[in-house]
């Protein structure tokens, strides 16, 4: 018998091929689409952006801010319903998987979920030459572990839950913020310096300049310690949140 969380994992993998087609335009066709229409379109009239065409300088943004949301998107009703309408948890939990088996099984799923995007994405963005450096294939690296950082405490909140009314809140306070004020489509610079804090805090922000380091060949303006540390310690707090949070939800 395979690991259990591997066994997690193929579960999972299961689902997803026979619901991929669903997933299709959110996952591929979206950020490709908005990258033409802002990068291409807003872009003719921005110029440049330190140095560089508006649509070189958004792709690492846009790259990112899809790992961000996908993690985000898949870690919430996914989650709740695994616990609150199919149990497929407590199914689970009844075999000989235990609540931190299906914490790294998930997240290797996310993190699977969101590799696929990237590759395609950096695929299309190359072909048309918007990216540069060799660099660029750091990327993958960055978005597995800001997917991390961001689907593990999504998905301990998720499973802490009892309605799926809370996500509302998490959409407009947490995500639609982060997408459009953690360096994405400006510089966070261009911020009121009372909010920039607020934007700093985000692992969003800092998934976006390790991202945009890697696609225009150039260091960041924070050491890249700083940034992967950050990601880091918000995925290992979330780790442990989640473990808790299910181990918690499955004693229900």
């Known amino acids: 018998m395979a690991h259990p969380t591997v066994a997690v994992l193929e579960r999972h993998l299961t ?20 990258l033409v229409s802002i990068g291409l379109g807003v872009g003719g009239y921005v110029g440049t952006v330190e140095g560089v065409s508006y649509v070189e300088w958004i792709v690492p943004g846009v790259l990112a801010s899809t790992a961000f949301q996908m993690a985000v998107g898949e870690c919430t009703y996914s989650v709740l319903g695994e616990f609150k309408w199919t149990r497929g948890a407590h199914a689970m939990f009844a075999t ?34 918007v990216v540069a450096s ?60 009372l909010v920039r804090p607020l934007a700093y805090a985000s692992p969003l922000w800092h998934g976006v300049e390790l991202c945009r380091a890697a696609t225009l060949g150039v260091a960041p303006p924070w050491p890249v310690w700083v940034h992967v540390g950050y990601l880091l310690a918000f995925g290992v707090a979330g780790l442990w949140w989640a473990a808790f949070s299910f181990r918690k939800r499955l004693q229900d």
Do not use: C, N
């Not at 990327?139 to 689907?151: D, K, M, P, S």
């Open 134 to 193: 060799p660099w660029a294939a750091v990327t993958l690296l960055v978005v597995g572990v800001l997917a991390v950082a961001v689907a593990a405490p999504v998905s301990a909140f998720s499973a802490s839950i009892d309605h799926d009314s809370y996500f509302a809140l998490l959409f407009r306070f947490v995500m639609i913020p982060s997408t459009l004020f953690a360096g994405v489509f400006f510089p966070v610079e261009q911020l009121p310096a």
């Open 15 to 34: 689902l997803y091929k026979r619901l991929w087609r669903a997933s299709l335009f959110s996952s591929f066709l979206l950020p490709l689409l908005f």
């Open 96 to 129: 000989r998987v235990s609540a931190w088996d299906m914490v790294r099984g998930w997240m290797l799923y996310i993190v699977f979920r969101v590799e696929v995007a990237a590759v395609v994405f950096l695929a299309v963005v190359a072909a048309f030459g």
